[in-house]
């Protein structure tokens, strides 16, 4: 379960401080697929910083009995000067998982072949998803984040990507999002991110409605 | 099916077991950084990593060249090109440790997305990598110069390496202070390149200690990169160039030193920004 409570994060703007999350509180239990919808601005990849444990909140806990994957989007932890295959080993190293598993794995799964050896900075945004998308796939995280990510690939690989969700039913995942068809696509419960507070919504239709409404 | 990296829960007691299986993970992380480093810094281009020594190399021959047509630095019995490797190549690795220290974490900001990569493991694999291509550098040209009959021999090979480890540890220390300089304020970064330079009289390696008037050594005394380089110096050319250096006093520098790095480097996280 990864929880978050009453967790506040704010940034100088302009000489003071400007706050983006104002207590923000989310549980997320194993196998949950949650949608985190707001505007450009509303503080989305803060709270996917926050989450990502690249930041820490400046008050508030996080805390989390699941493993949690890098934000899975177009860039999300990998190096543009290195090949998808260095990509692939050096992430393989640090996770302590067999490099030549993982590689089998995700030139398997992302179709990328002779590409694997070329820098990923010369990739496509889909190319880049792919590859973090195969790579969270074989390092097995409890909970997904995804950073405007799915979107990227093509329908080909969304039902991939649903494939390989559908057989692990316990995965979590936190999507971020200001597209409604990726939301649409993967998750089954909403919230709307605005004003610096995460708004929890029942149903769908009732978040997007608010969604559709926010400034 | 691969390893699962679960975050233990906070406020567990910390085992003799955690504390293994994370010092497991931590030297496994420095480990793949190193490497992925030496990918991303010399590539796979022309000479490749043979970059890493031949850099600080380049530097430490030209230096050497310069001083034994110009003269002026060396005096006694100090061969000119043996007094120009010590002290540059003790130079060089002072300032690669801080200058490429310092800016290791900006560059490598989203790897902290892995939670098993800390701000330490990314700042000392890039300080161990630097001080490790100056050392390949040093040794390499020892032995060249010895060949080409400009030096001989070091007197006593163990204090040698023991005064280039000391000075390492010193310049890895105070690389990953200058970590935190860095993301401190954006200051650090404008004036390194000056503050390094003017810092080059109490580096050591222009002149021994004992060719100077009393009032200067003492000050140059208390830097303990002077008191490295004479041991070093001592190490290669023997006690008959009077060097003069405490270790005792460096020693507790370095711990000193390190100390307030881990500190320091300890508040990094708070004070890092994603872009």
């Known amino acids: 379960m990864l929880t978050l409570h009453h967790v506040a994060k704010s940034y100088p703007l302009h000489g003071r401080m400007f706050p983006v999350l104002k207590g923000i509180d989310l549980t997320v239990t194993p196998g949950q697929k949650v949608a985190i919808l707001g505007r450009n601005g509303a503080g989305k990849s803060t709270l996917i910083r926050l989450i990502g444990g690249l930041e820490k909140p400046d008050s508030g ?40 598993e993982v590689k089998e794995y995700v030139s398997d ?3 990328l072949g002779a590409f694997l050896l070329e820098p990923v900075k010369t990739y496509s945004a889909g190319m880049r998803g792919r590859l973090a998308f195969a790579l969270s796939m074989a390092f097995d995280f409890d909970c997904l984040l995804i950073d405007e990510g799915l979107s990227a690939g093509d329908s080909r690989f969304t039902q991939r990507c649903r494939d390989a969700l559908d057989q692990r039913k316990d995965k979590a995942i936190v999507m971020v999002s200001h597209s409604q068809a990726s939301i649409k696509e993967f998750c089954d419960q909403a919230y709307v991110l605005d004003q610096g507070r995460l708004n929890p919504f029942t149903s769908m239709n009732a978040a997007y409605q608010f969604y559709g409404n926010c400034h | 099916m691969p390893e699962l990296i679960t975050p233990t829960p906070q406020r567990k007691p910390f085992t003799q077991a955690d504390f293994l299986h994370a010092a497991t993970v931590q030297v496994r992380v420095i480990k793949a950084l190193i490497l992925r480093e030496m990918i991303t810094r010399f590539g ?232």
């Open chain 2, 44 to 275: 796979r281009h022309n000479i490749g990593f043979l970059w890493m020594f031949v850099e600080p190399m380049m530097f430490s021959i030209g230096i050497t060249i310069l001083w034994t047509y110009m003269g002026g630095h060396a005096k006694g019995t100090i061969p000119v090109a043996g007094f120009a490797l010590t002290g540059y190549s003790a130079i060089v690795a002072w300032r690669n440790s801080v200058g490429r220290t310092s800016s290791s974490i900006q560059a490598n900001k989203a790897l902290l997305y892995h939670r098993m990569v800390t701000i330490f493991d990314i700042a000392i694999s890039r300080a161990l990598l630097e001080w490790a291509a100056v050392s390949v550098s040093f040794v390499t040209l020892s032995i060249l110069f010895t060949e080409l009959g400009l030096m001989s021999l070091p007197v006593d090979p163990l204090q040698v390496v023991l005064g280039w480890v000391l000075l390492g540890w010193f310049v890895i220390a105070a690389g990953l202070i200058a970590v935190y300089l860095d993301e401190r304020s954006e200051i650090f970064e404008r004036v390194w390149h000056v503050a390094m330079y003017l810092t080059l009289p109490f580096t050591g390696a222009f002149t021994m200690v004992s060719w100077l008037p009393e009032a200067a050594q003492t000050i140059l005394l208390y830097s303990p990169m002077v008191n490295a380089v004479e041991m070093l110096r001592e190490g290669y050319f023997g006690v008959g160039i009077n060097a003069k250096y405490s270790i005792s006093y460096l020693v507790t520098c370095n711990i000193f030193l390190s100390g307030a790095a881990l500190l320091l480097l300890q508040r990094v996280k708070k004070i890092i920004t994603a872009d």
């Open chain 1, 61 to 100: 806990e996080i805390q989390s009995n699941m493993s949690i994957s890098w934000p899975l989007g177009y860039a999300g932890g990998m190096q543009g000067s290195l090949t998808g295959l260095d990509n692939i080993y050096f992430l393989s190293r640090i996770y302590g998982v067999n490099p030549s």
């Open chain 1, 109 to 111: 799964f992302t179709e």
